[in-house]
């Protein structure tokens, strides 16, 4: 009898998306909607594994929950989503609790610091007794409690879930527990039962700038204090090829286009935002090249491809990392990047890809394509399969554009 023939084993893929605030996310809805156009046998929605760290748990959970980059696009960025209405607002709203049960902790600090400096003046000191008051300090400016109420009203319609249990693929939110400073993996055994949007945000948890989140009586902050990526999460899982995105980069003036002379001094000149922002950079950015070396030498015959802004990019890092205003061009600015990024690196990226069942369209990457709101009628008709978009806005877009591709037409004959 002849033998059976077998079916080929699919090839695991992984998702991993690093942290960035609010325009992380927005770079890599960018960058996403750029990777899903070019990448022929590669389903952003229906990968394997999924591993998002921060603002990258926002972007991995909505993934992993049948949200296309191209539907994020609609929603985080452009808010045309009928189904799920957004206001960048609702995140940055400040943290009144936070703020009214430290302010009533202050009286007794008070009593508690003077009474120190008078029965152990000298031990204590007059600025050592005082230093108690620094308790009285919110560990948070904005309540981000907001993200898990959005998200679950998000994940509980619409057929989707926000049990990391009832997920067809894996999904995994890392977040770092305040009290002992290790990771924890979210949808991982022993914390499956966490609903996703609570993971993501403890996750996306910045200490300074949110509380940290109390989860099962242990409090969690950004999953980024450990490690950039946790690429080892989806090499673990088996995957055998893992995309990477990371929206986080040092600047280097070097690399900056020319015609900016005063680059350099931008630096010095932006404060000390601007010298903390090139430092953290800098050091997260360091971890994770570490990192991917380690993994280079520890996981045979896996590939990890890795997607990041230019180290040159002004526009990136002179942008406000939590600031939501002007997201159609930072949301195109990433996915023009990227294009090119794939461009540059097609010849190196096509055999990798090869081996896992992917392939690059580079007539795709060659043609001149926008996701601006001038160009908003083509991508709508491009992803939505709908004869035409329905707003005034977009009805004259599209009106524009189906000139545009007759006057085309008329000037090849």
């Not at 898990?148 to 319609?157: A, Q």
């Not at 990136?316 to 690196?345: G, K, P, W």
């Amino acid at each position: 009898m002849p033998r059976a023939t077998r079916k080929p084993i699919k090839p695991q893929i992984g998702l991993n998306l690093a942290a960035g605030g609010p325009l992380g996310a927005i770079y890599e809805v960018g960058a996403l909607c750029a990777l899903d156009e070019a990448l022929v046998g590669m389903d952003f929605t229906d990968l394997d594994v999924y591993v998002g760290v921060s603002a990258g748990g926002f972007i991995s959970a909505a993934l992993a929950n049948g949200i296309s980059p191209s539907e994020m696009y609609r929603i985080f960025i452009t808010n045309d989503s009928r189904d799920i209405p957004f206001e960048p607002d609702q995140f940055l709203r400040p943290a009144y609790r936070e703020y009214f049960r430290r302010a009533m902790a202050i009286p007794e600090l008070l009593l508690d610091s003077f009474w120190d400096f008078i029965t152990h003046p000298r031990e204590v000191g007059l600025t050592g007794a005082f230093m108690q008051l620094s308790h009285a300090i919110p560990t948070g400016l904005f309540d981000n409690s907001e993200i898990d109420h959005f998200l679950n009203r998000v994940f509980t319609s619409g057929g989707r879930t926000n049990d990391f249990r009832a997920l067809k693929t894996k999904l995994y939110i890392v977040a770092t527990d305040l009290d002992t400073g290790r990771s924890v993996k979210f949808g991982g055994r022993g914390h499956d039962h966490v609903p996703i949007s609570k993971a993501v945000q403890a996750s996306a948890a910045l200490p300074g700038l949110f509380p940290p989140v109390e989860i099962d009586g242990d409090h969690y902050v950004d999953g980024a204090l450990k490690k950039t990526l946790h690429t080892s999460i989806s090499l673990d899982e088996a995957a055998q090829l893992v995309i990477c995105i990371n929206p986080i980069v040092p600047f280097d003036a070097r690399l900056a286009p020319h015609g900016h002379p005063n680059t350099r001094d931008r630096l010095m000149r932006g404060g000390l935002p601007v010298v903390l922002s090139q430092t953290f950079r800098s050091i997260i950015h360091s971890r994770m090249r570490v990192g991917m070396q380690r993994y280079a030498n520890t996981y045979e015959g896996a590939d990890v491809v890795l997607f990041e802004p230019s180290h040159g990019d002004e526009e990136i890092f002179f942008s406000n990392v939590f600031s939501y205003s002007d997201r159609e061009n930072m949301c195109e600015h990433a996915y023009q990047h990227t294009r090119e990024d794939l461009r540059r690196r097609a010849d190196e990226l096509e055999p990798i890809l090869a081996r896992h069942g992917v392939s690059l369209n580079r007539e795709a990457l060659e043609e001149d394509r926008w996701l601006s709101r001038k160009a908003h009628a083509r991508y709508w008709r491009k992803f939505d399969d709908k004869p035409e978009p329905d707003t005034s806005i977009d009805k004259l877009y599209y009106t524009l554009d189906q000139l545009d591709h007759w006057l085309n037409a008329e000037n090849e004959h």
